[in-house]
C-alpha cells in the first residue's frame, strides 16, 4: 500500500468516524454508492455559476506571474473578496466601494474609481487595480 493509498484510507475512515456511522455499515455505504452518489451531486457544479468552467480558466491564467494569474482568476471567478463578492456571501450589507462608498465595488468599477491611480485605469490594468484596491481596502 502505497502514501497515497494510506491516506485516502485515513481520510475515508475518519469521515465515516465522523458521520457516526457504525463499524459494521462501512463496507455498505461505500460498495452500494450511495453515501459517494449523494456526496458527488451535493458538491457538484451548478450550471450558470461563475467557477463552472474553472479548469478552463485556470489554464488560461497560468502561464503568467503568480499574483496576475491569481488577480485574474480571483476576479474571472468573482470570489475575489471585493464589496460584491462579501456582500453576496453575508459578510458587508451593501456592495458600495470602501474606498470612496459610492459604486458597487467589483471588476468594472475598478477602471472607474477615483481612489485608483488613474495611470493604470487609463492602461486598463485589472490586475494591478485589483491589487491596489485591496491595498487600499487594509
Given at each position: 500500500?502505497?502514501?497515497?493509498?494510506?491516506?485516502?484510507?485515513?481520510t475515508q475512515t475518519s469521515l465515516l468516524l465522523e458521520n457516526n456511522y457504525?463499524?459494521?455499515?462501512?463496507k455498505r455505504v461505500y460498495t452500494d454508492g450511495s453515501e459517494l452518489k449523494d456526496a458527488a451531486e451535493a458538491g457538484g457544479p451548478r450550471r450558470?455559476?461563475?467557477?463552472?468552467?474553472?479548469?478552463?480558466?485556470?489554464?488560461?491564467?497560468?502561464?503568467?506571474?503568480r499574483k496576475e494569474a491569481v488577480a485574474n482568476f480571483r476576479l474571472k471567478t468573482r470570489h475575489d473578496c471585493l464589496a460584491e463578492h462579501l456582500k453576496r456571501i453575508g459578510i458587508l450589507t451593501n456592495s458600495l466601494c470602501p474606498i470612496h462608498k459610492t459604486d458597487?465595488?467589483?471588476r468594472e468599477h475598478f477602471l472607474?474609481?477615483?481612489g485608483l491611480d488613474l495611470i493604470l485605469q487609463l492602461g486598463g490594468d485589472v490586475c494591478q487595480l485589483y491589487w491596489s484596491a485591496r491595498e487600499c481596502m487594509s
Open positions: 500500500m502505497n502514501d497515497w493509498q494510506k491516506r485516502l484510507l485515513k457504525p463499524k459494521q455499515d462501512w450558470g455559476k461563475s467557477w463552472e468552467n474553472i479548469a478552463n480558466y485556470w489554464k488560461e491564467f497560468s502561464r503568467r506571474s458597487t465595488m467589483n472607474v474609481c477615483p
